[in-house]
């Protein structure tokens, strides 16, 4: 009857553990484990060895009387040229330029007849017009006066060059003499009109360090704002004392007519959102310095860094909205310090009487001529002379280059957009490269913080941001490589968009700081009553059994 009772208890006791290890123990972890969607980490892990191959379409015209009849004849179709630039251990870089020949055909002829440059260029674009991201080359003879004189290369507001045939192009030169030479203007060309090495390294910088650039070059790309889907503007008029001044700003005809072509045609870089406020008892964070020699108070180049923070605080722009934001502020002096000049270093005025601040937009401080007159004085800003000083810095901040071009080229003008296509292109090919460098840097550091924290949730709307943003990573990287820039800005644009929303989704945070000793803290009051019999009753039983033959030998004896 013991023995039967005894017997019992050792299958109920081995019963309960089985049921424990076979039934709850899957249960319990199937249940608490950290759920985790799928992530395409082989392909997330491709992308983090960047290798960006860009392709420009060049197009070479030759006019009458650049080439002979026999170079005619002898010139090649196309003609392909490739560069490969290693920038580090994880990024490599390849320009590949593909350069077709013709002859310019008879209505090509007459607009290059046309008496200025200028005409030209706008009689060649009626005629056809170019795919955004390529260039085309109009060769002219060298006795040709649409050029001026002394200009050997005119780049229009399109995105045409009118290129002026050397003495390399006699008839005793062989033709392969001629391409070398005129290779050597194309790449010059491609510098202003496409892009540089410089330039793309500079987009870079968020997954290289920048290398051995020109301080002019430097400083630009710390000037522009860094790449974003979106930006907000804000013009502010700023009146110190109402009681001197009544300000009438018309800033949305200003806006209209100015700014709002520029943003148009910057309409496939980013999404631009424009308000205007004015500011009453605004006062700049300095005190101005009266000059006896300029008969007018001043504001040098070192007090101009503090003018901007007592400013920004009333302006309350940043916190609608999560885009950068593009401050160009107006400030009319009261009448106790005006006139009001900014010096530069050398303590000469500045002629537009206004500065910028690098990533944060641009002041210029408006005088108003009010001696001897009744107070308040009703003034009417001048809103042109306003906007000419501020659509260039806007340009500036957004990224548009405007470096010094080389020796013989003529840069005509950019047209009522205040942006030239080329210059759109060339903004373009820097975005794009910026949006897929940023977009791989930030979906690669996500993969490696999942991977290092197993217990963050990766949900299901993550893991399709995630893979969302790799497949438009993908597409932008083959348009880059066929040189389809359009697509290629429209695809980098969508993988930073998915990636940044992936990245900074708040159920990343649910577990993250859940760490095992906390797991332990509640876990152990409900596994520990229960485990600790069963726990006992197996060694028990496993103890019994191990002294079962040592009694039957003892019998046997």
């Not at 390529?134 to 060769?139: A, G, L």
């Amino acid at each position: 009857m013991v023995w039967a009772e005894r017997h019992r208890g050792r299958l109920a006791a081995l019963a309960i553990a089985a049921v424990v290890i076979a039934v709850g123990v899957p249960l319990w972890w199937k249940t608490t484990e950290t759920y985790r969607a799928w992530l395409p980490v082989a392909q997330i892990n491709e992308l983090a060895q960047l290798q960006l191959q860009l392709s420009v379409e060049v197009e070479v015209v030759f006019s009458k009387g650049t080439l002979t009849a026999e170079h005619q004849k002898k010139i090649p179709p196309s003609n392909t040229r490739q560069e490969e630039h290693v920038v580090d251990e994880t990024t490599r870089l390849r320009y590949r330029y593909e350069t077709r020949y013709r002859t310019a055909t008879i209505m090509e002829e007459d607009a290059l007849n046309q008496s200025t440059a200028a005409e030209a260029d706008i009689s060649l674009h009626m005629l056809s017009e170019s795919p955004s991201g390529s260039v085309v080359i109009y060769v002219v003879p060298e006795s040709s006066t649409v050029l001026p004189e002394g200009v050997s290369v005119y780049v229009g507001q399109r995105r045409t060059a009118l290129l002026r045939a050397g003495g390399q192009m006699r008839v005793a030169v062989a033709l392969k003499e001629v391409l070398a030479s005129l290779e050597t203007w194309i790449k010059q060309v491609l510098q202003v009109m496409s892009f540089s090495h410089g330039d793309i390294t500079a987009a870079l910088s968020d997954r290289v360090r920048p290398g051995d650039r020109s301080r002019e070059g430097l400083a630009d790309s710390m000037r522009a704002f860094k790449s974003s889907p979106g930006y907000e503007i804000t013009f502010s008029l700023l009146n110190p004392d109402p009681t001197s001044h009544l300000l009438h700003w018309d800033v949305e005809a200003a806006i209209s007519s100015y700014i709002q072509p520029l943003l148009s045609k910057m309409a496939p870089v980013a999404n631009f959102s424009i308000d205007s406020q004015i500011l009453y008892y605004a006062v700049l964070g300095v005190n101005p310095r009266y000059d006896p020699t300029l008969n007018a108070y001043t504001l040098n180049a070192d007090s101009l860094s503090h003018v901007i923070n007592p400013v920004e605080a009333r302006l309350g722009s940043s916190a609608a909205s999560s885009n950068p934001v593009l401050n160009f502020l107006l400030y009319v002096p009261d009448s106790r310090h005006s006139p009001l000049h900014i010096t530069d270093h050398r303590r000469h005025t500045v002629p537009s009487n206004a500065f910028s601040s690098p990533r944060w937009g641009g002041i210029m401080v408006y005088n108003v001529n009010a001696s001897g007159t009744e107070l308040p004085v009703d003034v009417h800003i001048d809103m042109r002379r306003v906007m000419g000083v501020f659509l260039p810095q806007l340009r500036l901040m957004l990224g548009v280059q405007s470096a010094a071009p080389p020796p013989g080229f003529l840069i005509g003008p950019c047209g009522n957009a205040g942006l030239a296509d080329w210059e759109l292109d060339r903004l373009m090919w820097t975005r794009s490269v910026e949006n897929v460098a940023t977009a791989t840097t930030t979906i690669t550091s996500l993969a490696q913080l999942l991977d290092q924290i197993g217990n963050i949730v990766i949900n299901d709307n993550i893991a399709e941001q995630v893979s969302s943003a790799v497949a438009s990573l993908q597409l932008a990287v083959g348009q880059l490589e066929v040189g389809n820039l359009g697509l290629a800005m429209q695809y980098s644009k969508e993988a930073i968009l998915q990636s940044e929303r992936a990245f900074f989704d708040p159920s990343l945070l649910h577990l993250l700081y859940f760490p095992d000793d906390q797991k332990f803290a509640i876990y152990i009051p409900l596994f520990l009553p229960m485990c600790v019999p069963i726990l006992l009753s197996l060694l028990k039983m496993a103890s019994e059994v191990r002294q079962r033959p040592g009694q039957g030998q003892a019998k046997k004896d």
